[in-house]
């Protein structure tokens, strides 16, 4: 569903990276259900499209350029000096240790190969006041960032990606933020479709978010509960103008 989403948020593209017609050696980093790496694999059928995960959940009918590793990217890689292109998406805030596998990253790439990173910020914005302070969806997500922070993971990485592309080594380093709106509010008709499944979304981890987490913050199954109902009533409400950033960051090994 959200790689429906980012298509349509991106008109098509999957990439930022001026990879050109051809590249050769495509790495999808925390592929889930290598749903990107088939695609990318549909788009590059010259190159050969690698989808890593720890967990082995990809189908097995893929393009015949397309194959999946099950590996841990925060270990050594097996690739040196190949890759022109390593792709990661909602991956920043999952990984334990970002630095150590930046550098993984860059003796994998070629000189010259690009590193994508492409985030959600989970922090809720609002442009027109008629988001209040207390406004439940974003209660739900401060909560949220004040729990992962008792598991060592911040959730607005995404939008500090800067300095540590740079301390890897990185250069050339551009980014791109897009507002995605959270709910139906938006007058374009795209943005529209966006903004509901970036909803869809929300309330699918909901329930995630109020186990582990919010048990680490304590709060009692009652106050949990009022938590989620809150938001869920909060995201029906049209009037309230809230969206998220997300970052695309792309850079350069250097020459
Ligand atoms: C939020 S999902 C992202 C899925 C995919 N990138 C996408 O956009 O559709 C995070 C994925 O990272 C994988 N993952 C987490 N830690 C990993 C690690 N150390 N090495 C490889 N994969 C990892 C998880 O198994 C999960 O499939």
């Known amino acids: 569903m959200k790689h429906a989403m980012l298509l ?13 017609k051809s590249p050769q050696n495509i ?15 549909d788009r590059w059928p010259m190159a050969r499209v690698r989808g ?23 270990q050594e890689w097996l690739m040196r000096g190949e890759l022109d292109y390593a792709h990661f998406r909602f991956m920043a805030i999952v990984l334990k240790d970002l630095p150590v596998v930046l550098g993984h990253a860059m003796e994998a790439l070629k000189p010259g190969g690009w590193i994508e990173f492409q985030e959600l910020n989970c922090e809720v914005f609002c442009d027109d006041d ?12 401060d909560f949220s960032q004040e729990a992962f ?8 990485m995404p939008k500090i990606l ?3 592309l740079a301390d890897a080594g990185f250069v050339n380093i551009q980014c791109v933020v ?18 509901m499944y970036q ?4 309330l699918e981890i909901m329930e995630a978010l109020a186990g582990r987490p919010f048990d680490a913050l304590g709060l009692d199954p009652v106050q949990r509960e009022m938590i989620l109902m809150e938001a869920r009533k909060g995201l029906d409400n049209p009037r309230v103008h809230r969206y998220f950033n997300y970052y695309f960051w792309f850079a350069q090994k250097p020459l």
């Open 8 to 20: 349509e948020l991106l008109d098509g593209q999957i990439s930022f990276a001026p990879l050109g």
């Open 162 to 164: 800067r300095r540590y």
């Open 130 to 141: 008629t988001m209040p302070d207390d406004d439940p969806v974003k209660v739900l997500y």
């Open 52 to 74: 890593m995960d720890i967990s082995p959940v990809q189908p097995v009918w893929v393009p015949p350029n397309v194959d999946f590793l099950v590996d841990d990217c925060e």
């Open 149 to 156: 922070a008792k598991f060592n993971m911040n959730i607005t």
């Open 27 to 41: 790495l999808d980093i925390g592929t889930g259900t290598g749903i990107w790496a088939i695609d990318a694999g």
């Open 199 to 202: 909803k869809m979304a929300i």
């Open 178 to 195: 897009k507002k995605v709106p959270i709910g139906v509010w938006a007058k374009d008709k795209t943005l529209r479709l966006v903004g």
